[in-house]
Nanobody
Framework: QVQLVESGGGLVQAGGSLRLSCAAS????????MGWYRQAPGKQRELVAV???????NYADSVKGRFTISRDNAKNTVYLQMNSLKPEDTAVYYC?????????WGQGTQVTVSS
């Protein structure tokens, strides 16, 4: 079992920045992906960005050029740097760790962007 601990959410004005962090509770070996999803009120959870242990990344079109995902494999931690935030980025952000066939989720952290 792996637990994911998130931090870094909060309230920010449009155009501002936030950095989310997610740390896994134990060392992770082998191929895996770590990433971020978000869920706004009344909407389905959607992919924001993912990073594989092999070094590749993938972003939702809506955040390309504004968000950057990075990971520190030695610390089993993934980060999401969010710049130029928009009100439509407001959501609960969830950390995800995928070690097939298992998915692990964090508890979620609220990001609110005011206009």
């Amino acid at each position: 079992q792996v637990q994911l601990v998130e931090s870094g959410g909060g309230l920010v004005q449009a155009g501002g920045s936030l950095r989310l962090s997610c740390a896994a509770s134990r060392s992770i070996f082998g191929y895996n992906t770590m990433g971020w999803y978000r869920q706004a009120p009344g909407k389905q959870r959607e992919l924001v960005a993912v990073s594989t242990s092999g070094g590749s990344t993938n972003y939702a079109d809506s955040v390309k050029g504004r968000f950057t995902i990075s990971r520190d494999n030695a610390k089993n931690t993934v980060y999401l740097q969010m710049n130029s935030l928009k009100p439509e980025d407001t959501a609960v952000y969830y950390c995800n760790l995928r070690i097939l066939p298992f998915d692990y989720w964090g508890q979620g952290t609220q990001v609110t962007v005011s206009s």
